[in-house]
Every structure is written in C-alpha cells, then in structure tokens.
C-alpha cells in the first residue's frame, strides 16, 4: 500500500532550523501535489505548504518568508525547510500526497520549538 514516511522533526529553540522529510512509496510521486501539514494541540490540521506537480509553490501566511517546500521527484521525497521557528510552530507534522480523488497522509513528526 501507500506509503508516507516523515522524518527530521524534533526539539529547536526558537529562532532555529529544522528540515523535515517525507518518502513516498507505491504512488506516481512526480504526478502528485505534495503538502505539509501541521496540527498543534487543541487546534485543528491547517495547511503549511504545497508543491505542485509542475513544481507550483503556496504557502501559509505564517510561514511564508521561513519555510521552504520542495521534491526531489528522483528520490520520491518532498522537504520543508523551516528556519526562524517560533513556539508557536510547535505541532505534529504531516505529509500529504494528493493526485485528484487520491489522498494519502503520513503518519506525522513531531516539532517542538522552546527553549
């Protein structure tokens, strides 16, 4: 089956930099939008960032300027480089992949920022 496999997350203090990963396996991964996602406690999933297909950028406005999203579409990998992390990044990261009705999520990686 599908399979999304997150890793890099872990404890920074603010102001740090954390670069997340995310494998894709049994998918057409370069046909996929690729996404992060995050949810902190008591709150609900909210976008981070997306990379198309074509290799199309969006990011959310509490990100933008601090995270960047890209794929290595040889390696079946998607990034989110975080650098400036702020408390209240802290949350459980999630990778999505997307391809019309097809949507498959990771399990999530844990990111906490505090000093």
């Known amino acids: 089956q599908v399979q999304l496999v997150e890793s890099g997350g872990g404890l920074v203090q603010p102001g740090g930099s954390l670069r997340l990963s995310c494998a894709a396996s049994r998918i057409n991964f370069s046909a996929y939008t690729m996404g992060w996602y995050r949810q902190a406690p008591g709150k609900q999933r909210e976008l981070v960032a997306t990379?198309?297909?074509?290799?199309?950028?969006n990011y959310a406005d509490s990100v933008k300027g601090r995270f960047t999203i890209s794929r290595d579409n040889a390696k079946n990998t998607v990034y989110l480089q975080m650098n400036s992390l702020k408390p209240e990044d802290t949350a459980l990261y999630y990778c999505?992949?997307?391809?019309?009705?097809?949507?498959?999520w990771g399990q999530g990686t844990q990111v906490t920022v505090s000093s």
């Open positions: 999505r992949a997307n391809y019309y009705v097809a949507v498959y």
């Open positions: 990379i198309t297909a074509e290799g199309s950028t």
